[in-house]
C-alpha cells in the first residue's frame, strides 16, 4: 500500500453525497466533541532498584529473580506469614498510568487517586511449547496496582507525581505475557486495554550497564529509503508463543524491525552476520542483495534467510532452557544447499517447533524440515529416499509451498512441473512422515474457471474456463477448521483436500502476495499492488478494504477527527492479526525523521460503509426528507445466553493478590511495602508451581498450606492492624491471597474450549427478528392444518463432524418476535486415544452463522459516552480443542486410605517416627488405596472412579537407598504371571490387562496382600533397630489402557511406607538359634556364678586378709625398726634426767613407793 488513499474522478456533487454521507455514518456527533474525552493506560516497565524514578522505562530481559525482599519479612513479626521461609522478588515493576486528551497526565493520576481509582493488573501467562519439561497450563494473577510517590524532589505538601505499582511476576517456561489493564469502578472511565510484556532473551547488559543487542546494532533513525514505496512484506511467527517478532524486507539492507510488545514499540536493528556470497554453478542467483527475504520467530530463536543462506540465532532464555546462555551469534544452516524460500509453521506439536525451507539446484524437489527443541535446531531432508520430482515422474519440478500439518504428520506440497515450454502443471501433494510415502492429492487446472457471475463455482472439472491461466503462489491450512486455500490470482478453498471452490469476487486480474488468517474465521489477502481484501472464512464473499469507496469514507471521517494515524502519504509495512483484530504497521515520512504507527484496521465500519454506501433512500418524515439507510441484516438484536460458568471449558487458572494495607495516612505505599508485594506474590506462584505432590492435601487449594496454622490469628492481626501496631507499617491480609474458582461468563464464548471425552458444551443464542419474522404455513404435520415458520435460521459448521456432533432446539417467542436457539456441543469419543493433561490436543472447531448475516449485521458497543466498538454479527467461532483437559491430575487420597483401612482392618498402626506427610501402613494388614481426580481448574476434587494398573517401580529400604527398577523387574514384582517367585504383592482380583500381565483394579477392588516373595526386593529386609524393618515402594499408577471413561492418561508415582515386614525363614531361624544360644549361655552362666559366688567370695576374703596382714607385718617391722634408734636416745637423754632428778630427790627426801613404781 504506496499511498493511503487512491484517485477515484468524480464530480464535485459526488464529492458532496459522500461527505455528507461521512457525516451520517459518524459513530457520535463529531460537533460534540468536547463532550467526553477519551482515556487510554500506559504501562511500561520499571527495574526493581528504579521504582519511582519519574520517567524512567525499561526493556524486559533481565529473568534472575532477587532475594533482596528477604530481610523485609524478616521484619514483619506478629504477621501471619512465617518469616523463616525463602521470600524472593521479581526484577521488574509493572508502572501504570492513564492519559486522557488534553490534559497533563500527572494531574490526572492524582484526580484518579484521590476518588478511589485503583487499576486491576491481570497476567496472563502463555503456555510453553515443551511440554514434556514444562506443565502445560493456562495461568492468570490477578494483581491491584499500588500508588506510589515520585522520588523527585516535591514542595507540594501530599505529593506531586505519582504512579500506580505492581510487581511483573515471571514464571517458568513462559515468555509470553499479558497484562489487561481495567478500573475498579471509581474514578474516570478508562476502557480496557491488552499489552504484551514479553521478555526479550536477544539483550544483554554490558559492563558499562548500556543494554543492547545481541543480533546485531541498534539503528536510531527510520531513514524513509527503509519503508517508502517499498512492498510490504508478511509477518511470520508461532501463534501465541513467540515474544518477539521480526521483520525483514527492507530494500538493500541486513536490518529487521525487532519488537517484544506487537509493534506498541519496535527497534531497527541492522545484523551481525557476515553476508557472504556463496553461489555456485548449482545455486544459480540473479545477483547479491543485503535484503532479508524470510524472517521466522519461534518460542526462543530467530530465522532469516538472505540470498540462499538460511541463518538462526537462539536467544537467552533462562525461563524456557534453565542453563541456555543463548546463541551467542549468528549460526549459519544448510550451508550446502541452495534455499529460495523459508515456510513457517504456525502451530507447535509434540513439544518443538518446526520450519521448512525449500532448496532449488542440486537438491531440487527435496524440503529441509527444521525441528525446534528447547532452541536446539536440526533439519532433515525430506523425502528420505527419493525427491519428489522423481516419484513423480516429471522432470523439471519444483516445489513452490510447503505446509506441515501437526496432527496428521503430513507435509502437504504445492508443486509445478513442466509438460511442454508453454504448459505447466500444479500438483498438490501430500508426504506423510510416519510411512515415507508421497500422493497426489489434487491436480489444479491449467485455466482459471469461469464463474459466469456466481459467487463461488465447485470445480468438477465439467466447467468451463477462462483464458487465463492459473497461475499459484503458495497455500495456506487452518487446523482448527480444516479449510486449505490455494491462492496466486486466483483463491481456491476445500474443507477435504478433495473437493476445491473457486472464490470468484476475487478478481483474475490481481495476484496475491500473502494470506492473514486470525485463527477465529478471518482472514485478509494482500495483493501484489498492495491492495487488502476480507474473507470471512466459512462463507464465499470477498470484500475489498482498500482501496475502497468505504476506506475513502473512513479517511474522511479521521481527518474530520484531526487523527495523526492517518496521512495522504503512507506506507503499509504488514498486515497482521492481534487478539482477532487486524492491524496495519505504516509508515509515515515526517519532515523531520519517519515514524511506525500500529493502527487498527476498522474491518466492520468499512463493511458498514460498504453497505450503507449502496443501500439508502430518501424519506419524507413531515416537511422534511431524510436519508435514511436499509439493512441486509435479518435480525436486530443477538445475544448469548445460558452461558455456563467458562473455567470449566477454557481451563484458565487464575489467583488473586492485593497489596498488603498500609498503615500510612495518605495510602501511599513505600519501597519496603511493595517488596513485601513482590515477595507475597512470589511466593504465591511459588505455592501453586508446587502443587503437585502425590499426597493429596485434606484441602484442596494450593494455598491452605500457607496460612493453615495461622488462621485462628486472623482476628488479633486485624486489631494489630487497626490500632496501628503492625511491624512495619504494613497488614497482610490473607484472604487477599486466594484462587478463584468461580469466574462468571462475560456475555461472550471462550476463546477456546477443551473437551474430555463424551463432554458437552451448551448455549443459547436469542434472536430478534427485523421486521416480522413470522410466518404460517400450510402441513399436516401433527394433524395441524398450519405450521409457525421463522425466517430467523441458523447454521451449524463442525470441522470434523466425525469427532464432533451438535444438536439445535429452537424455542420460538412469538409475543417478543424471537427466536431461542438451544445449542449442545458434544464429543463423539471416538477420534481421540489417552494422552496427557494437555498433551497432543485434536484442533477443531464450531462456526455458528445465522442465514444472511455474513458481511451484513454490525454491532454498536457502547463503552462511555463516545467510545464504540464496532463488531461483526451472526458468525462465532469457537475453537475446540479435544483430549485430556489441561489442570487436571490423580492423586492418592492419603485421608480416606487411612479411613478405609481403619475401618476394614479394625486397627492401624503407623510407625514408630511417624511422619504426616508420609503416613506408614502395616505389611500384614490388607491395603486399600483410593485416589482422587483433583481438577486444579475448577476446585473439584471428586474419587476415581475408573479403572488403573497398580506397578512397584522402584524401592529401598530407606529413603537413601531408593532406586528404580527395569523392565523385567517390574514385570516379575507385579505380574500374576510370574513364576520366578519375585511377587511383591497380589490381590484376589481376577481382572486383569489383555495380555494378562498386569492386575486391573478400581475403587471397588479387595485390596492387595503384601507378599515379599523369596527374589523380590523387599525379602529378607535386614531391621536396623529393634523393631520390625520398613521398606518405600515406589508405586506407579495408571490407567492408560485400561480405563474408557475419559481421555486423560493419568499416571501417578509416590512412595509407600510400609513397616512391620516378616523376615525370612533362614534368617528368622538364624536369629531364634542365636538368641536361644544366647539365652542359654547366659542361664548356665548364672548358675555356674550362682554357685561358685561363696566360695569366690571365701577365697577373696581370703586373699584380702593375706594382704591385709603382709601389709601390716611390713608396716610392723618398718615400725619397729625406726622406733628403736629413737627408744635409744630417749633412754639416753631420760637417763641423764633421772640422775639430775635423783640428786634433787635425795635433796627432798625418800620417794613414795607409786613413784618409785613409775619410775
Given amino acids: 500500500m504506496s499511498v493511503a488513499s487512491a484517485a477515484w474522478p468524480r464530480g464535485r456533487a459526488l464529492w458532496a453525497l459522500w461527505a455528507l454521507l461521512a457525516v451520517l455514518l459518524a459513530p457520535w456527533r463529531l460537533w460534540a466533541f468536547n463532550d467526553f474525552q477519551k482515556c487510554t493506560w500506559q504501562v511500561v516497565l520499571n527495574k526493581f532498584e528504579r521504582l519511582g524514578e519519574h520517567g524512567a522505562s525499561d526493556r524486559f530481559y533481565d529473568q534472575e529473580l532477587l532475594d533482596r525482599v528477604g530481610r523485609m519479612f524478616r521484619m514483619l513479626v506478629d504477621s501471619p506469614i512465617d518469616r523463616h521461609e525463602k521470600y524472593l522478588g521479581f526484577p521488574y515493576y509493572l508502572k501504570i498510568n492513564y492519559s486522557c486528551e488534553g490534559q497533563p497526565s500527572e494531574d490526572l493520576v492524582r484526580q484518579g487517586h484521590l476518588t478511589g481509582l485503583k487499576p486491576v493488573v491481570l497476567v496472563t501467562f502463555q503456555s510453553p511449547v515443551n511440554f514434556y519439561r514444562w506443565k502445560i497450563e493456562q495461568l492468570q494473577i490477578q494483581m491491584e496496582a499500588a500508588p506510589f510517590r515520585s522520588k523527585e524532589l516535591c514542595s507540594a505538601e501530599e505529593v506531586c507525581v505519582m504512579s500506580w505499582y505492581t510487581p511483573m511476576p515471571i514464571k517458568n517456561g513462559s515468555v509470553v505475557m499479558r497484562v489487561d489493564i481495567s478500573s475498579n469502578g471509581l474514578g474516570p472511565f478508562i476502557p480496557n486495554e491488552r499489552f504484551y510484556v514479553n521478555i526479550n532473551g536477544f539483550l544483554k547488559q554490558e559492563q558499562d550497564a548500556r543494554i543492547r543487542f545481541t543480533v546485531g546494532d541498534e539503528l536510531l533513525e527510520l531513514l524513509p529509503r527503509y519503508f517508502l514505496n517499498a512492498p510490504s512484506r508478511v509477518l511470520w511467527y508461532t501463534v501465541d508463543q513467540s515474544p518477539v517478532l521480526i521483520l525483514g524486507g527492507i530494500p538493500n539492507e541486513k536490518s529487521i524491525l525487532l519488537t517484544d510488545t506487537n509493534f506498541k514499540d519496535f527497534s531497527l536493528v541492522e545484523l551481525s552476520i557476515d553476508s557472504c556470497w556463496v553461489g555456485s554453478f548449482y545455486c544459480p542467483q540473479a545477483g547479491f542483495t543485503a535484503t532479508i527475504y524470510d524472517a521466522v520467530t519461534t518460542e526462543s530463536t530467530l530465522f532469516i534467510r538472505q540470498n540462499q543462506l538460511v541463518y538462526y540465532f537462539t536467544g537467552t532464555y533462562y525461563t524456557l532452557h534453565e542453563s541456555n546462555e543463548g546463541s551467542g551469534k549468528w549460526v549459519r544452516v544448510l550451508a550446502n544447499e541452495c534455499i529460495k524460500r523459508l515456510c513457517p509453521v504456525y502451530f507447535h506439536s509434540n513439544g518443538s517447533e518446526y520450519i521448512m525451507a525449500l532448496t532449488t539446484g542440486k537438491h531440487e524437489g527435496y524440503v529441509h524440515f527444521g525441528t525446534i527443541t528447547d532452541g536446539h535446531v536440526s533439519f532433515e531432508m525430506l523425502p528420505r529416499h527419493w525427491s519428489v520430482c522423481q516419484k513423480l515422474a516429471v522432470s523439471p519440478c519444483f516445489i513452490i509451498w510447503a505446509v506441515f500439518i501437526s496432527d496428521e504428520s503430513t507435509i502437504l506440497l504445492l508443486v509445478e512441473s513442466e ?46 474456463y477462462t483464458s487465463v491461466p492459473m497461475v499459484p503462489r503458495g497455500m495456506f491450512f487452518n487446523p482448527y477448521n480444516n479449510l486449505l486455500f490455494i491462492w496466486g490470482n486466483f483463491l481456491l478453498q476445500s474443507y477435504n483436500m478433495e473437493n476445491f471452490m473457486y472464490l470468484a469476487d476475487f478478481p483474475k486480474e490481481l495476484t496475491i502476495k500473502y494470506l492473514v488468517n486470525s485463527f477465529q474465521g478471518e482472514m485478509a489477502i494482500v495483493t501484489e499492488n498492495e491492495e487488502i ?73 468499512l463493511l458498514m460503509y460498504k453497505q450503507h454506501s449502496k443501500r439508502y433512500h430518501l424519506e419524507r418524515k413531515g416537511g422534511h426528507l431524510m436519508l435514511a439507510f436499509s439493512s441486509l441484516c435479518p435480525f436486530t438484536v443477538l445475544r448469548l445466553r445460558n452461558l455456563p460458568n467458562p473455567q470449566a471449558y477454557s481451563r484458565q487458572e487464575r489467583y488473586r493478590a492485593q497489596p498488603p494495607y498500609i498503615l500510612e495516612p495518605g495510602g501511599f505505599h513505600t519501597e519496603k511495602s511493595l517488596a513485601v508485594y513482590q515477595g507475597l506474590v512470589y511466593y504465591l506462584l511459588w505455592l501453586h508451581s508446587k502443587y503437585d505432590k502425590p499426597y493429596a492435601d485434606p484441602v484442596h487449594d494450593p494455598t491452605w498450606r500457607w496460612w493453615k496454622n495461622k488462621k485462628q490469628d486472623q482476628d488479633y492481626y486485624f486489631y494489630l492492624a487497626s490500632n496501628g501496631l503492625s511491624a512495619g507499617g504494613v497488614h497482610i491480609d490473607m484472604d487477599s491471597y486466594e484462587k478463584i474458582y468461580n469466574l462468571k461468563p462475560e456475555y461472550k464464548l471462550p476463546e477456546r474450549i477443551f473437551l474430555d471425552k463424551g463432554n458437552s458444551y451448551r448455549f443459547s443464542i436469542f434472536l430478534t427478528a427485523r421486521g416480522h419474522g413470522f410466518k404460517t404455513m400450510q402441513s399436516v404435520v401433527m394433524g395441524s392444518a398450519f405450521r409457525l415458520h421463522s425466517r430467523l435460521q441458523v447454521g451449524m459448521v463442525l470441522a470434523d463432524p466425525g469427532c464432533l456432533e451438535v444438536v439445535v432446539a429452537r424455542e420460538i417467542l412469538i409475543n417478543r418476535n424471537s427466536v431461542l436457539f438451544s445449542i449442545t456441543l458434544k464429543d463423539k469419543m471416538v477420534c481421540y486415544g489417552q494422552g496427557i493433561s494437555g498433551h497432543h490436543l485434536l484442533k477443531t472447531s464450531l462456526m455458528v452463522k445465522v442465514v444472511g448475516s455474513s458481511g451484513n449485521c454490525f454491532q454498536n458497543t457502547h463503552l462511555g459516552l463516545r467510545l464504540q466498538v464496532l463488531e461483526l454479527e451472526g458468525n462465532l467461532m469457537v475453537p475446540v480443542l479435544i483430549g485430556c483437559p489441561p489442570g487436571k491430575r490423580l492423586a492418592f487420597d492419603i485421608t480416606y486410605t487411612l479411613k478405609y483401612n481403619r475401618l476394614q482392618n479394625k486397627h492401624y498402626f503407623d510407625c514408630i517416627n511417624m511422619d504426616p506427610e508420609m503416613p506408614c501402613f502395616l505389611f500384614r494388614d490388607i491395603f486399600y488405596p483410593f485416589f482422587l481426580i483433583q481438577d486444579l481448574v475448577t476446585g473439584d476434587s471428586g474419587s476415581f472412579q475408573g479403572s488403573f494398573v497398580l506397578k512397584v517401580v522402584g524401592g529401598g529400604p530407606s529413603l537413601d537407598s531408593i532406586r528404580d527398577y527395569s523392565d523385567e523387574e517390574i514385570y516379575r514384582f507385579n505380574s500374576p504371571l510370574d513364576k520366578t517367585n519375585s511377587l511383591i504383592w497380589t490381590t484376589r482380583t481376577t481382572r486383569t490387562t489383555k495380555d494378562s500381565a498386569f492386575h486391573i483394579l478400581s475403587h471397588r477392588s479387595s485390596g492387595i496382600e503384601w507378599l515379599c516373595m523369596e527374589n523380590s526386593p523387599c525379602h529378607d529386609t535386614i531391621p536396623k533397630r529393634f523393631f520390625a524393618p520398613d521398606f518405600f515402594f515406589k508405586v506407579l499408577v495408571s490407567n492408560r489402557d485400561v480405563d474408557t471413561s475419559t481421555y486423560c492418561d493419568y499416571q501417578l508415582i509416590f512412595l509407600l511406607h510400609v513397616h512391620g515386614l516378616p523376615l525370612s525363614s533362614k534368617r528368622a531361624l538364624f536369629i531364634v538359634i542365636v538368641a536361644t544360644s544366647l539365652f542359654l549361655g547366659l542361664v548356665l552362666f548364672y548358675i555356674i556364678f550362682c554357685l561358685l559366688w561363696p566360695f569366690v567370695v571365701k577365697a577373696c576374703n581370703f586373699l584380702r586378709w593375706k594382704i591385709n596382714s603382709l601389709i601390716a607385718t611390713e608396716s610392723y617391722y618398718t615400725y619397729a625398726a625406726s622406733s628403736g634408734s629413737c627408744s635409744l636416745r630417749s633412754w639416753t637423754m631420760s637417763r641423764e634426767i633421772s640422775r639430775a632428778g635423783s640428786k634433787v630427790v635425795e635433796k627432798a627426801g625418800p620417794k613414795q613407793p607409786w613413784e618409785q613404781l613409775h619410775t
Avoid at 510411512?435 to 491436480?443: A, F, G, M
Fill in 419 to 464: 509438460v511442454t515450454p508453454i504448459k505447466k502443471l500444479h500438483h498438490v501433494v501430500s508426504y506423510s512422515l510416519a510411512t515415507d510415502d508421497l500422493e497426489i492429492i489434487y491436480v489444479l487446472p491449467e485455466f482459471i474457471p469461469d464463474a459466469r457471475g456466481l459467487e463461488c463455482l465447485t470445480i468438477l472439472g465439467t466447467e468451463s
Fill in 533 to 605: 481484501w476480507y474473507l470471512l472464512e466459512g462463507s464465499y464473499q470477498v470484500h475489498r478494504l482498500f482501496p475502497s469507496k468505504s476506506w475513502e469514507i473512513h479517511i474522511s471521517l479521521q481527518a474530520m477527527h484531526q487523527s495523526s494515524l492517518y496521512s495522504s502519504n503512507e506506507t503499509m509495512v504488514t498486515l497482521f492479526y492481534e487478539d482477532s483484530k487486524l492491524y496495519q504497521l505504516v509508515y509515515f515520512p515526517d519532515e523531520q525523521r519517519g515514524r511506525l504507527v500500529k493502527r487498527l484496521v476498522p474491518v466492520e465500519r
